[in-house]
């Protein structure tokens, strides 16, 4: 289980010099489950196969929806998967956890102050 917070890309690849790496790696062979937030603390959970692809198309709003209408900026935490089975049993628990508990598992993962 990995958990990092990036601010999403105005356009291109994630910036951040060590996730796209190991993103690319797992990227193949894994689902990622996410969660997102926006700075008035919206968020958002999600599962995909290609999380890279993922945080390029919605950084850029190049996808209509709750992410752009709600400005939704960046990655908070993700979890990955070898089974896409897995990956969408998990976004399905997380999506029914309260905001509260969401709001608990960011936070334990990400330094003080990201969230």
Known sequence: MHAVTIPLPTSGRLSSPAMPATIALMRERTFSVYIVASP????????????????????????????????????????????????IAREKQLKGWTRAKK??????????GVT
């Open 103 to 112: 709001t608990a598992l960011i936070e334990r993962n990400n330094p003080p």
């Open 40 to 87: 008035s603390r919206v968020i958002y959970v999600g599962v995909t196969n290609d999380l890279d692809r993922w945080i390029a198309e919605h950084g850029e709003k190049a996808i209509a929806g709750f992410t752009a209408r709600y400005h939704v900026t960046r990655l908070v935490y993700f979890e990955q998967f070898d089974r896409a089975a897995d990956g």
